[in-house]
């Protein structure tokens, strides 16, 4: 039973680029969030997603952006990326029954210069 | 003031060593309360969830006080393998994860 799986693992860009990352949740679930943390921070709350919808936003502009499949899997974009963007970015994925517990991908550490 | 607190260490202590976190939480109707841990350049993984009586997993004990809003994990027996970044996590409204800036944990042998 594969885990949550994010692709790509590392990812270098500059400034004013745009990535997007992508991520595959556990076999059973259905909802999606997406997470960016900081070096020596906790992870930051970016969106959710379920019924290929967004549900829930945090305090994140609007060049964070994303979107989820009908088979459940979800992608993150970023458009004008500034250095600050530099960080993992995490993909948790959880099931309609319990969406408090939340399994997290490997992450994709993100270097922008 | 931040939505979760917790002391960022770092906490070094011998192996065998009892260590104690603590957290603090600002928004008093939060329902859920979880301990994460995280290896560095890992992903976090959930390591319990807190309940208002109090819980334990072997050596983990974790604590709930919503009259203070304070959450505690202690670990008893300390292991070398109990090095990491331990992380506590509230769930906001709407399912949203908040997480603490986290606590670091070095096991000395």
């Known amino acids: 039973d594969a885990g949550v799986t994010q692709s790509p693992t590392h990812l270098i860009k500059t400034r004013g680029q745009q990535v997007t990352l992508r991520c595959s949740p556990k076999s059973g679930h259905d909802t999606v969030s997406w997470y960016q943390q900081a070096l020596g921070q906790g992870p930051q709350f970016i969106f959710q997603y379920y019924e290929e919808e967004e549900r829930q936003r945090g305090n994140f502009p609007d060049r964070f952006s994303g979107h989820q499949f009908p088979n459940y899997s979800s992608e993150l974009n970023v458009n004008a990326l500034l250095l600050g963007d530099s960080a993992l970015y995490l993909c948790a994925s959880s099931s309609a029954g319990d969406r408090s517990i939340q399994y997290f991908g490997a992450g994709t550490r993100l270097s922008v210069l | 003031r931040k939505e979760v607190e917790q002391d960022p260490g770092p906490f070094n202590v011998p192996e065998g060593a009892t260590v104690a976190f603590n957290c603090t939480y600002s928004?008093?109707?939060?329902?859920?309360f979880f301990w994460y841990r995280q290896d560095c350049r890992k992903e976090p993984k959930l390591l319990m969830s807190v309940y208002s009586s109090g819980n334990e997993d072997g050596r983990f004990t974790a604590q709930l006080n919503r009259a203070s809003q304070y959450i505690s994990l202690l670990i008893r027996d300390s292991k070398l393998s109990d090095s990491a970044t331990y992380l506590c996590v509230v769930l906001g409204a709407t399912n949203k994860l908040i997480f603490g800036t986290g606590t670091l944990l070095a096991v000395q042998p």
């Open positions: 928004n008093s109707a939060s329902q859920s």
